[in-house]
């Protein structure tokens, strides 16, 4: 009788060690997928259970009962997070229950760069890979009434940055995190503003920031910009900037601007209304921000381009038409030039 029980047990020992031998081999095993990469979506609130099924109908060639026993096994079948994700061949359970637990979701990212006009945005929300277009079908206001902003205008709204999300975020979530960036950068940079600055309110800081951003060709030279706008709105003098008169004219601007367009009157002709436009004209970043609320302490009105990017900055017309005279030469017209 021992001899019976002792040869029954060393059998069940045997099938035991070789059921555990045969599992600790399998969770080391390569998943089979049906092509390089795999989309897995799972749900808040989905069970262990719901969860190994999502990976089977996902089509990864495993038994969910299998996978699902591995789980539980593993003592981390509740630690499993929701979230998109991106199984690659080579993926075994062991280290697909390391992904499901650490939440490591499959992201891409999308870069909004400063100085772009809000159709730039829109176009790049539309190339955003795997970004589902929830805005569309809308227009410009129906974009800000559903991110709780209705009848403000979208430009300049948003932060320039690189977003990252996760596979099947919608266009919206990402512009929501953009506006509410641009909100904290803007009042960041409002509670540092210096004393006595020609600007009443953060959205003037807004706007004025935006024209900045699209006038610096040099970072050195921001402040210094800043100041000969600051000097003009306290005169009365029209800023005079080609940048919002481009803005102003949309899509008929070909790349080249005319005299005739200065002279053509739009909201944000800066050459035939005095003060600032009545919207930003792109995206401003944190240094443009910066510089609209700390100009350089200067007496300049004008500037020009150098050519190489930097600035000659004049506080005197007679002085800056030398300048443009040295770096314009060749112009039909020196006063059709930024900063005039």
Do not use: C
């Not at 699902?68 to 499993?80: E, K, L």
């Not at 919206?172 to 020609?198: E, F, N, T, V, Y």
């Not at 807004?206 to 970072?219: F, M, N, Y």
């Amino acid at each position: 009788m021992r001899r019976f029980f002792l040869k029954t047990f060393l059998l069940v020992a045997f099938v035991v060690l070789g059921a555990g031998a045969a599992a600790l081999w399998w969770v080391h095993q390569p998943l089979r997928l049906p092509a390089p990469s795999v989309d897995l979506s799972i749900e808040p609130g989905t069970t262990p259970r719901g969860i190994a099924q999502a990976v089977a109908d996902a089509g990864v060639d495993v038994p969910p009962q299998l996978l699902y026993w591995w789980f539980r096994f593993s003592g981390q079948d509740r630690q499993m997070r929701a979230g998109s994700y991106e199984l690659e061949r080579g993926i075994t359970p062991r280290t697909l229950l390391s992904v499901l637990v650490r939440g490591e979701e499959a992201t891409r990212s999308l870069v909004l760069v400063e100085g772009w006009t809000f159709r730039q945005v829109r176009a790049a929300l539309a190339r955003g890979d795997q970004l589902k277009p929830e805005t569309a079908s809308l227009s410009d206001e129906e974009v800000m009434s559903r991110l709780g902003r209705p009848g403000v205008p979208p430009e300049g709204r948003f932060f320039p940055d690189t977003y990252t999300y996760s596979k099947g975020s919608t266009d919206l979530a990402l512009l929501q995190r953009a506006m509410r960036a641009m909100d904290k950068k803007l009042d960041a940079a409002w509670s540092a503003r210096a004393p006595g600055i020609a600007l009443k309110t953060p959205d003037e800081a807004l706007i004025l920031a935006s024209i900045v951003e699209k006038e610096t060709g040099k970072a050195q030279d921001r402040a210094e910009i800043a100041a000969v706008f600051h000097n003009r709105l306290r005169l009365g003098m029209p800023l005079q900037t080609d940048p919002t008169v481009i803005y102003g004219m949309g899509l008929r601007f070909d790349g080249n601007l005319r005299k005739k367009d200065l002279q053509t009157d739009t909201p944000w002709n800066t050459y035939t209304r005095n003060g600032l436009p009545p919207t930003p004209i792109a995206m401003p970043g944190k240094a443009a921000l910066l510089a609209a609320v700390q100009p350089a302490q200067s007496k300049s009105l004008y500037f020009v381009s150098r050519g190489d990017g930097t600035s000659h900055f004049s506080s005197s017309l007679d002085e800056h038409n030398r300048a443009v005279n040295r770096y314009q030469r060749g112009a039909a017209d020196p006063n059709q030039r930024s900063g005039q």
